[in-house]
């Protein structure tokens, strides 16, 4: 079928909801597509981090004359000699960036792993060589890095939410209560692992500063990169056309201002690129938490009080919160109700947003504590959820857009066949397996954030759309092109999607499950502006015609309601006792996550979170070492991950759900994914066992220790 630029097609048959595989898939598979480490430049040099060996204390020497002296070796910066950065500021994201990108300020050691020095040579073997070779000398001082619910030294914490709500009398309602849950949960340290390491090069073109970059916003790595350097943002252009994965650790870090330093000193492309290893001191990770889950109700199953109390880390030059303990206010109302969310500081990297910061951990506690409280009550776990369906927010008290949670229940129970349900724990077996099922609830905020665009019709019938968008791979490029093409009437081949561009104006990052949907708001609102425009009849000049949006206004007015994405989560998982093995053999997630754009894409991002569930229930846990305060295992074969033997059959599908007050209906798949996954499978083993494992990963001997089919639940803190 073909159109004509004049044509306003009223039957054309929208896009969105359509499946489409990616439009730059073929460039990917085929190594066609560039990611940061891989653009080639004329006189690249290459940089080489030197990270500290020592857990906390001052930096004596950094002995560089001996590796100035080695092959290709071009400078040595470190806090002797490298370029003064600004350090108070607040960030496009609304707090300063991470100490750790103020790179070689002072001489002051605040963790290990923290960066000391970069080697810059003619090649990335060179620099590597001289890195390990560069002697660095430490005044060493006593390190604390003692994660544990019982540290007197917590405090309240806001982050991008208050840090505690309260709402009655919580000691009261509980002694009214007929049945009383109330529980410890752990979950450990978790590190991102995105396949592409992070990787920026920095040059000086023209008068402008440029960083080839992999980030989730290049307008964010932008403002943050002229604040530090006090440049106009108009000097500063970042790019970041492909993104191998970002789950929240890719915005401004060592290593671009790393690579900006060396440009600037050597006045020639610098690269920097982590290693694996050096991404688990650098690159952000989540704090373990210990959260504490008190709930009461009545015999009906009717909560009078639920408590989340939720303990995380951060380090001592910089303050983030995971704040766990925020799901609870969106999902259960209480007579009294109260949530806070804590930190204590250690001499530990600094944690920073990991897919579903907060509602990843404190779904599994919230979510397991109320399969407990199911359990005592005797009533069905999905039955005790409906019985506690709020009608407002709970702690907002504002209506909500859309709550479909009790919807994503009733679909996920029928196709996963729960009616059938024994809920008798420790009683089915297979061969030498036991069996069980659990479910969860799962919810995320859905919100946007102010974006431009700018949509140019061009005089050949196609389409440019420019927008500062990050694709991280979960196939944003491929949504906004149905988004654009919808928008304009026209089919999806006639647009050209130019992405990851600074130059193209502010944008949204993609972070908080928001950046499809608000760089679909910018585009559509361009976009149908330029198609009234167009239906004028007006003639098409060489350049083109231009339309731009920035969605500042619109976006706000979202905040008169409570709005989420919500889910239901569905397990069933085999035991090994003798071994301690779990096994998930099935997963079922159905969610209400607004209109959703590309059905092929959206479920790759529901089941890539779901089998994050797996892996975080499971297997993954970052161990340290009290010694030295170092990580025992810093890479993929120390930190486990679930892989492809792991993950069985993982199916996702949703619920009719437009949000009304989105000019597409768009709410967000980005992370509702992975929430109350872990907590599905963790009751899973409870049912098949008869064991409730508080503690995550839910490993082997954590499982023997336990002695499944005991029916006692699993024991201390960290057996
Ligand atoms: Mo995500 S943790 O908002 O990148």
């Known amino acids: 079928m073909t159109t004509t630029t004049k044509t306003t097609s009223m039957e054309r048959k929208s896009v969105v909801g359509t499946a489409h595989t990616r439009v730059e898939g073929r460039d990917k598979v085929t190594g066609a597509a560039r990611y940061a480490g891989d653009v080639p430049f004329a006189e690249l040099a290459h940089g080489w981090l030197v990270l500290s060996t020592v857990a906390k204390g001052r930096v004596r020497s950094v002995e560089t004359a001996p590796v100035l002296r080695m092959a290709g070796v071009l400078t040595v910066l470190h806090h002797g000699n490298a370029p003064r950065v600004e350090r108070n500021f607040t960030g496009m994201m609304g707090v300063p960036p991470d100490p750790t990108t103020a790179l070689f300020q002072d001489d002051r050691v605040p963790h290990r792993g923290w960066p000391v020095a970069l080697v810059v040579a003619e090649t990335p073997e060179q620099a590597r060589e001289a890195a390990e070779a560069l002697v660095v000398t430490y005044e060493e001082e006593p390190h604390d890095i003692a994660f544990s619910g019982d540290r007197p030294d917590t405090y309240p914490l ?4 208050p840090a505690v709500t309260e709402k009655g009398d919580l000691e009261a309602q509980l002694a009214a209560s007929a049945v009383v849950v109330d529980a410890e949960y752990t979950t450990p340290e978790e590190h991102h692992n995105m396949m592409e390491p992070h990787a920026a090069t920095a040059r000086w073109e023209g008068g402008r500063l440029e960083v080839v970059d992999s980030n989730q916003g290049a307008t964010w790595v932008q403002s943050d990169l002229a ?16 993104v191998g994965g970002g789950f929240g650790s890719k915005g401004v ?22 290693t694996r290893r050096q991404m688990f001191s650098l690159a952000g990770y989540r704090s373990p938490t210990t959260q504490r889950v008190r709930l009461g109700a009545d015999a009906d199953g009717r909560l009078r009080a639920l408590e989340h109390d939720s303990l995380s880390l ?47 951990p404190g779904s599994f506690a919230l979510e397991s504590a109320l399969d407990e409280l199911a359990e005592k009550c005797g009533i069905d776990p999905i039955e005790l959820r409906a019985r506690n369906e709020p009608e407002l927010g709970p702690v907002s008290g504002l209506p909500f857009a859309g709550r479909h949670l009790m919807a994503c229940f009733r679909e996920g129970a029928r196709r996963f066949g729960w009616a059938d349900r024994d809920p008798r724990p420790g009683v089915r077996r ?36 420019r927008i500062a968008a990050s694709d991280l791979g979960t196939g944003a490029r491929t949504a906004l092109v149905l988004v654009a093409a919808d928008a304009l009437g026209v089919a999806p081949d006639r647009i050209r999607m130019h992405i990851g561009d600074s130059d193209f104006g502010p944008a949204m990052i993609a972070g908080g499950s928001m950046g499809t949907r608000s760089w679909a708001w910018a585009i559509t609102i361009a976009a149908r502006e330029l198609r009234e425009r167009l239906a004028l009849g007006a003639d098409i000049p060489p350049e083109g015609i231009t339309v731009r949006s920035d969605t500042t206004e619109a976006v706000g007015a ?20 003798a071994t301690g093995e779990v096994r998930v053999r099935r997963m079922l997630g ?50 486990h991950v679930a892989a492809n033997a792991d993950v069985p059959l993982v199916e996702a599908d949703w619920i009719d759900d437009p949000d009304p007050d989105d000019p ?8 509702v994914g992975i929430v109350g996954a872990a907590a599905a499978i963790a009751n899973a083993v409870r049912h098949a066992t008869g064991v409730r494992h508080r503690n995550l990963p839910i490993r082997p001997d954590r499982v023997l220790l336990a002695g499944a089919g005991s029916g006692s639940d699993a024991g201390g803190r960290d057996a």
Do not use: C
Request: proline residues 4%.
């Open 158 to 161: 806001d982050g991008h939410m």
């Open 227 to 242: 604040n530090l350097f006090s440049l106009d943002a108009g000097s500063v252009r970042i790019r970041s056309e492909h």
């Open 253 to 274: 870090r060592a290593h671009q201002v790393a690579a900006v330093m060396a440009a600037t000193v050597l006045q020639r492309p610098v690269r920097v690129v982590m």
């Open 314 to 360: 951060t380090s001592t030059v910089h303050e983030f919160v995971e704040p766990s303990a925020g799901v609870a206010r969106a999902m259960y109302g209480a007579d009294a109700h109260r949530t806070a969310n804590r930190v204590v500081r250690l001499d530990m990297p600094t944690p920073t947003w990991m897919r579903a910061p907060g509602e990843a």
């Open 430 to 465: 297979d061969g030498r397996w036991l069996l069980g099922t659990g479910t969860a609830a799962a919810s995320f905020p859905a919100g946007a954030g102010p974006s431009t665009a700018g949509v140019t019709a061009e005089a050949d019938g196609t389409f440019t759309v």
């Open 558 to 577: 979202l905040a008169q309601k409570e709005r989420h994405s919500f889910g239901a989560q569905f397990a069933e998982v085999a035991v090994d006792p």
């Open 590 to 639: 159905i969610f209400a996550a607004g209109r959703i754009v590309n059905p092929l894409t959206a479920r790759n991002q529901l089941v890539g979170g779901m089998i994050w569930g797996i892996s975080m229930a499971l297997h993954e846990e970052a161990v340290r070492d009290h010694a030295s305060g170092g990580l025992v295992g810093a890479d993929l074969a120390g930190y």
């Open 664 to 671: 597409v209906g768009i709410k967000g798949v980005g992370e």
